[in-house]
T-cell receptor
Framework: NAGVTQTPKFRVLKTGQSMTLLCAQDMNHEYMYWYRQDPGMGLRLIHY???????AKGEVPDGYNVSRLKKQNFLLGLESAAPSQTSVYFCASRRLAIWGTADYEQYFGPGTRLTVT | AQSVAQPEDQVNVAEGNPLTVKCTYS??????LFWYVQYPNRGLQFLLK??????LVKGSYGFEAEFNKSQTSFHLKKPSALVSDSALYFCAVGAGNMLTFGGGTRLMVKP
């Protein structure tokens, strides 16, 4: 199993450009997440999905859109990139928790380093 | 809303000495607590979790964590540090569909 993969690994954008980050998982997980990591701020949740065709906002959703058309893929879009979106982006997934457990363990991809100039 | 605090940006320890990385949390209801490790240019890797039961939880690579309900803490420990343990460590609390992460603590183990 490849686990969670992310493409691209690196990207440089100019202000106002758009791009899409792709996350793929082969573990048949129901839940998928997009985070951004900034120095000293830990990981902050951008958007997440609890199943195919569903998405929800996280802590810092502004400036981002997501789609989950297939269970194994979760796309993060930046319509008009801004320098404040310079960050490392991580995707994660987890299985549906069995009732009575707290199976919140998430599996992370290797990250995408995005620079917006 | 839940929150996690990691009060130390960096912890320095000599190889062979015990290490502790601190974490305190705030959550309504039962706490589900996690530790993750991040090596340079890599994603986060799961180390251990507390759901219920024994307050001392054992995890990967010889790490363990002690849950203290009265102090709302979940400190990460290891009896004897290795240089290869040098990395960024994140504590997290789970609630609903999400994990909330602390800001991270950089562990530096010197030979």
């Amino acid at each position: 199993n490849a686990g969670v993969t992310q493409t691209p690994k690196f990207r440089v954008l100019k202000t106002g450009q758009s791009m899409t980050l792709l996350c793929a998982q082969d573990m048949n997980h129901e839940y998928m997440y997009w985070y951004r990591q900034d120095p000293g701020m830990g990981l902050r949740l951008i958007h997440y999905s609890v199943g195919e065709g569903t998405t929800a906002k996280g802590e810092v959703p502004d400036g981002y859109n997501v789609s989950r058309l297939k269970k194994q893929n979760f796309l993060l879009g930046l319509e008009s990139a801004a320098p404040s979106q310079t960050s490392v982006y991580f995707c994660a997934s987890r299985r549906l928790a069995i009732w009575g457990t707290a199976d919140y363990e998430q599996y992370f991809g290797p990250g995408t380093r995005l620079t917006v100039t | 809303a839940q929150s996690v605090a990691q009060p130390e940006d960096q912890v320095n320890v000599a190889e062979g000495n015990p290490l502790t990385v601190k974490c305190t949390y705030s959550v309504s209801g039962n706490p589900y607590l996690f530790w993750y490790v991040q090596y340079p240019n890599r994603g986060l890797q799961f180390l251990l979790k507390y759901i219920t039961g024994d307050n001392l939880v054992k995890g990967s690579y010889g790490f363990e964590a002690e849950f203290n309900k009265s102090q709302t803490s979940f400190h990460l420990k290891k009896p004897s540090a290795l240089v290869s343990d040098s990395a960024l460590y994140f504590c997290a609390v789970g609630a609903g569909n999400m994990l909330t992460f602390g800001g991270g603590t950089r562990l530096m183990v010197k030979p």
